[in-house]
C-alpha cells in the first residue's frame, strides 16, 4: 500500500539537521506498518520496540545517557544498531512518557542515530506532565488514506496519473470513472486495514465488520486512557457528532449533545478526542482576509471526525444509499461531503477555518489560507449557485472563491469550480 508521505520519511531521513522524529496520527492510521517499511526500504536494518509490550521498557530511561541507551536498545530488539544504517522505531511510546523527553539527549548528543516514535493517543501522552522536547525533534502528521492514495490501493494508476498532470479541464471525459470510484470511497473511507481488505476482495460487509471492530477498538480504549470523571462527556459527545453534522448549521451545539449543556461541561471532553486525533476541530472566523487566523473566534466550531468510512459506520448508512441510490450525495444535508472535503484539506496539513456572518444566513463551509485566502463552498451535487461566495468575493475581490463540487471544471470570472474528485490535488497546487 502507498501513502504518499512516504516521501516526507526520506526527506527527514536524508536531511543534514535531522532530529528525532514523531509521528502523529489517530490510532490504526497505519504509522507502525508505514514506519517498518520505511524501516525495511531504506535501512541495512531496523529495530523495532514496541514499549507497550517490552516492560523491560519502563525501566530503560533511568537517565539520558545516549551510548547506554543504545545498548538498551539493541539489547531488546537484538539488533546491532549502527549510525545512519540502523533505524530505531520505539512504539507505543506513550505508554512511557520520559521517553518522549530522551529524544531531546539524542538530538543534542547523538544526532548520527536515526529515532522515529510513534503512539496511539500520543497528543494525551504529551499532556501528562513529561517534558516535551520542544525545538528537538522533527514531527510528520500521518492521516487516513486520501481519495488519491484511495485509487493507489485499487491499482488506479492511470486515473492518478491523469489527476498529476493537472490538465484540470481534460478531467471531465473521466468524471464517470471518478464519481464512482469516489462513492466506493465514501463507503470505505481511508482506514488503513479497512481498504486493503477492500483493495482485495470488494466485500462491502467485510467492510462495514472492520470499521464497526475499528469502532469498538476506539470505544474500548477511552475507558483505558480517559478520566473516570471524563469518560461519561467523551462518549456522548463522540456519539453526538453525526447528529452535529446533519444539521444545515453544522456548528457543534453543546445543548444538543445534552439538554442545558455549556461549554464548561465538554470542552474537556472535546479536547481529548482532538489530542486523541479521533476528531478535526475547526473554528469560525469572523472575517475573510488575511491574515485568516486574527479572526479566529474560539467559541464556535465544527467537528468532523477523522474518516469518512467510519462517519457511515457510526450512522449505519446503508452501503446501497451510497453507491446505488446515490443518497451520501445528496442527502444528510452535505454531511459526507464536507467530511470528505476536510479530511483532504487536512491531509494536506492545511489549517481549516469556516465563515458565517452575526445576524445573517451567509456562510462559507470553509476557508483556507496558503499565500492566498480561498473561500470555499462544498456542494454535494451540481449546484451552480453560489451566493455566499459572491456576496464574500464582493466585499474583497482579493479573495480566490473556489466552489468544490459534482459539476465539471470551469474557471469562470470570479470563481472557479472544481470537481470533489480533484479536491486534495487541486489543493496541492494552489498557492
Known amino acids: 500500500m502507498e501513502r504518499l508521505v512516504y516521501k516526507k520519511l526520506v526527506e527527514w531521513k536524508n536531511k543534514k539537521d535531522r532530529k528525532p522524529l514523531i509521528i502523529n496520527g489517530a490510532r490504526q492510521v497505519g504509522k507502525t506498518w508505514l514506519l517498518k517499511e520505511f524501516g525495511t526500504r531504506e535501512y541495512k536494518n531496523t529495530a523495532y520496540i514496541n514499549c507497550d509490550e517490552e516492560k523491560s521498557m519502563q525501566k530503560a530511561f533511568s537517565d539520558f545517557n545516549t551510548d547506554r541507551l543504545i545498548r538498551v536498545f539493541s539489547a531488546i530488539s537484538e539488533v546491532t544498531i549502527k549510525p545512519e544504517e540502523t533505524l530505531i522505531i520505539l512504539d507505543e511510546i506513550q505508554t512511557v512518557p520520559i521517553g518522549l523527553t530522551a529524544l531531546k539527549y539524542f538530538c543534542e548528543n547523538a544526532p548520527e542515530y536515526h529515532i522515529a516514535v510513534a503512539g496511539s493517543l500520543l497528543g494525551i501522552g504529551l499532556h501528562e506532565g513529561t517534558g516535551f522536547p520542544v525545538g528537538k525533534v522533527d514531527e510528520i502528521n500521518l492521516y487516513p488514506l486520501t481519495y488519491k492514495e484511495f485509487l493507489l490501493a485499487l491499482n488506479q494508476t492511470g486515473l492518478v496519473q491523469n489527476l498529476e498532470e493537472h490538465r484540470w479541464d481534460e478531467s471531465s471525459a473521466l468524471s464517470g470513472k471518478y464519481i464512482d470510484l469516489l462513492r466506493q470511497y465514501y463507503y470505505v473511507g481511508g482506514m488503513p486495514e479497512v481498504v486493503k481488505k477492500y483493495s482485495e476482495n470488494q466485500d462491502l460487509f467485510e467492510v462495514r465488520d472492520i470499521q464497526n471492530q475499528i469502532l469498538a477498538d476506539y470505544r474500548r480504549d477511552f475507558p483505558k486512557h480517559v478520566p473516570k470523571e471524563l469518560l461519561p462527556k467523551v462518549n456522548m459527545v463522540w456519539d453526538a457528532i453525526p447528529s452535529q453534522l446533519a444539521k444545515d448549521n453544522k456548528k457543534f451545539i453543546y445543548s444538543a449533545v445534552k439538554k442545558g449543556s455549556r461549554a464548561k461541561d465538554f470542552e474537556d471532553a472535546i479536547q481529548w478526542l482532538i489530542d486523541a486525533g479521533l476528531v478535526y476541530k475547526v473554528l469560525r472566523i469572523s472575517k475573510v482576509e488575511k491574515p485568516v487566523k486574527f479572526y479566529e473566534n ?43 472535503v476536510l479530511q483532504e484539506l487536512e491531509a494536506q496539513d492545511e489549517k481549516v477555518y469556516y465563515h458565517t456572518r452575526e445576524r445573517s444566513s451567509l456562510e462559507l463551509d470553509f476557508v483556507i489560507q496558503k499565500y492566498e485566502v480561498y473561500p470555499i463552498e462544498v456542494k454535494a451535487e451540481e449546484n451552480v449557485k453560489a451566493k455566499s461566495l459572491k456576496t464574500i468575493y464582493d466585499s474583497n475581490p482579493k479573495l480566490k472563491p473556489v466552489r468544490f463540487s459534482m459539476a465539471n471544471y470551469r474557471e469562470q470570472e470570479w470563481l472557479v469550480n472544481v470537481p470533489l474528485y480533484l479536491t486534495g490535488e487541486w489543493v496541492s497546487e494552489a498557492e
Request: charged residues 20%; without cysteine.
Open 298 to 340: 474560539v467559541e464556535a466550531f465544527k467537528l468532523f471526525m477523522v474518516d469518512l468510512g467510519l462517519l457511515g459506520a457510526l450512522t449505519g448508512v446503508d452501503a446501497k444509499d451510497v453507491l446505488v441510490n446515490n443518497y451520501a450525495f445528496t442527502e444528510y444535508k452535505g454531511a459526507f461531503t464536507e467530511q470528505y
